[in-house]
């Protein structure tokens, strides 16, 4: 067993690890035992030196990240085994072996027990995403634990950890770390998507909208959508496949609209029914005649901290009521918030205080979340973020 530091808790503060959560914050220390420094792994224990768990320590509010509660090495065995556990509940949802879906979320940070490590897989291209420096030093031995739990089914991974990490010396960061891609084309509920993982977004497509993409399949044939921040198109290409009579895909990035042309393209059906257009969402909607009968909103996140939630919400609710008034009536609006601030409640009441301000009717017909490979630890509600409704305005 290596000799890690270790940080003492003050008395009574250990009961948020006896309840599993994934969190020491910086108040709740008394004191260090041993030379610490930002992502150096740390023993964590109670005020009389029992032990409670072994983590990656950090200068910030949160001064532990924990990856375990049990007292055991953290070497590529214990990788091995934390990216089997994750691998073997996409298994059992039935995303590694489907022939129809080959891009999933392979590990979900404290939704898989481990904070601050992301990996979404991509047709064979595994996407290491860091959030903090102890998970990005261990990259190593994660990209082994790959290779031992996939074998010849890894045949890259890329680390994308620069946008997310905030120590100097990871800085540009991106690049491969294993192998070479052998596509970027993947496919989602048998809808084609090309993937940059390199300049794109998080790792370069929002995975947590598969399921919720499928949902609005339902509602299009027929039917004139407007896709609000479309990034790479996803909600687009589900309503063109699913028959719908006109598309419009609308975000602020030109580079957004290039990759949504492209991804249209790609399924081949649908692209005379497409228009992209590069504006302003807000502004454009309010310019907008009443003859979408699918509005998607589907914005960046709002509030990424507690301070800046209120002004989040006034926000979901101006785009919201704007919305709803230039729907018309019996139309059918996909909304979402992804801030992790704004849980469930607080989401619904906004959504309430907007359709007061629109003057409008509405019903919801669907209460949305994120798929089941972005599992949500019961112990640690912060791994609940996504939430969204279908509202049948009147």
């Not at 067993?1 to 709740?28: C, D, N, Q, T």
């Not at 023993?43 to 009389?48: E, F, G, K, L, S």
């Not at 999933?104 to 939704?111: A, D, I, K, S, V």
């Not at 704007?322 to 139309?331: D, E, R, T, W």
Request: with cysteine; net charge neutral; charged share 20%.
């Amino acid at each position: 067993m290596l000799p890690y530091p270790s940080i003492r808790l003050k008395k009574g503060k250990e009961i948020s690890v006896h309840r599993r959560h994934h969190w020491i914050f910086s108040g709740a220390t008394q004191r260090i035992d041993g030379n610490v420094s930002e992502g150096d792994l740390v023993h964590v224990r109670d005020y009389a030196g029992g032990f409670l768990a072994t983590g990656f320590y950090g200068n910030g509010s949160i001064a532990v990240r924990i990856i375990s509660f049990k007292e055991t090495p953290i070497d590529e065995h214990f990788w091995t085994q934390k990216i089997k556990a994750a691998h073997q509940l996409r298994k059992k949802i039935g995303l590694t072996d489907s022939s129809h879906t080959n891009v999933y979320r392979l590990f979900h940070g404290e939704g898989d027990f481990v904070p601050g490590l992301i990996i979404d897989y991509y047709n064979g291209t595994a996407v290491i995403q860091a959030h903090h420096i102890g998970i990005h030093r261990q990259i190593p031995l994660i990209v082994n634990a790959l290779l031992n739990t996939y074998g010849s089914g890894i045949s890259a991974v890329f680390d994308k950890s620069t946008a997310t990490l905030h120590d100097a010396s990871a800085e540009n960061t991106d690049g491969l770390v294993y192998g070479t891609p052998t596509t970027h084309v993947v496919v989602e509920h048998g809808h084609k998507f090309e993937i940059d993982w390199e300049k794109g977004q998080k790792t370069g497509f929002f995975i947590d909208q598969r399921e919720n993409r499928q949902l609005i399949s339902r509602y299009s044939n027929g039917k004139k959508v407007l896709n609000a921040f479309c990034y790479s198109g996803g909600f687009s290409v589900y309503a063109l496949q699913a028959g719908a009579k006109e598309v419009h895909s609308v975000d602020i990035s030109k580079n957004a609209i290039e990759m949504t042309e492209k991804n249209v393209q790609l399924n081949a059906e649908g692209t005379s029914r497409h228009k992209g257009i590069e504006a302003d969402v807000m502004q454009y909607i309010k310019e907008i005649s009443g003859d979408f009968d699918v509005i998607v909103l589907d914005p960046p996140a709002f509030a990424k901290h507690v301070r800046s939630r209120h002004k989040a919400i006034q926000a979901y609710k101006r785009l919201n009521a704007i919305a709803m008034k230039h729907i018309p009536a019996g139309g059918i609006l996909f909304t979402f918030s992804c801030s992790q601030v704004v849980d469930q409640v607080l989401f619904n009441h906004t959504i309430t205080a907007a359709a007061l301000e629109a003057d409008r009717n509405i019903r919801i017909l669907h209460q949305l979340s994120q798929p089941a490979d972005h599992p949500i630890n019961i112990f640690h509600q912060e791994t609940a973020y996504l939430k969204g409704l279908v509202v049948y305005v009147e």
